[in-house]
């Protein structure tokens, strides 16, 4: 079973600051899902990531696959980026495990 | 888009009875998964199914089970319903091909068992 850490748990940042996700997993992947789910919402997939990095608009994701490491980044943070924030670490063919999650608020 | 839909959003069962949560996806998808989701426990795995009559048990099965006739039907089954039982359940499928992992989720089965 693939152990996942997320850091941190939760997170206050205020509006405009960048924002940085940490995950670290145990087992070697082929990619790895960042996830949001909004409260009261349903969850979304925001990246696959299997090697290197990927940006669409103010998140940027970034993946160690040696390292076994990936982190989210969110510049210019605004209100409406406030959710939970999910890595998921994923191999063909085993169960699929997650982080606890990480609990993001934006203030204005 | 994949689509995946649970067939409840929202249910209320009492203790003892038997429950049904549905999950289709539209996109071929072999893997299918059942999670629950608790404040402060994140999403915790109950079964997966690797492909049409597989399956294999989770963190937290005790419980449950599951049944997968058709490719695009993952079905989770509470045999006599708990209070314990009470939460969101979340239904995911992922697919491989042409170098693509796709992974989505439905949007939950809230269940309260009273």
Known sequence: ?108 | DVKVTQSSRYLVKRTGEKVFLECVQDMDHENMFWYRQDPGLGLRLIYFSYDVKMKEKGDIPEGYSVSREKKERFSLILESASTNQTSMYLCASRGFGLGANVLTFGAGSRLTVL
Not at chain 1, 53 to 64: C, D, E, V
């Open chain 1, 1 to 108: 079973k693939n152990e996942v850490e997320q850091s941190p748990q939760n997170l206050t940042a205020q509006e405009g600051e960048f924002i940085t996700i940490n995950c670290s997993y145990s087992v070697g992947i082929s990619a790895l899902h960042w996830l949001q789910q909004h409260p009261g919402g349903g969850i979304v997939s925001l990246f696959m990531l299997s090697s290197g990095k990927k940006k669409h608009g103010r998140l940027i994701a970034t993946i160690n696959i040696q390292e076994k490491h990936s982190s989210l980044h969110i510049t210019a943070s605004h209100p409406r980026d406030s959710a939970v924030y999910i890595c998921a670490p994923s191999n063909s063919g085993y169960a699929l495990n997650f982080g606890k999650g990480t609990s993001l608020l934006v203030t204005p």
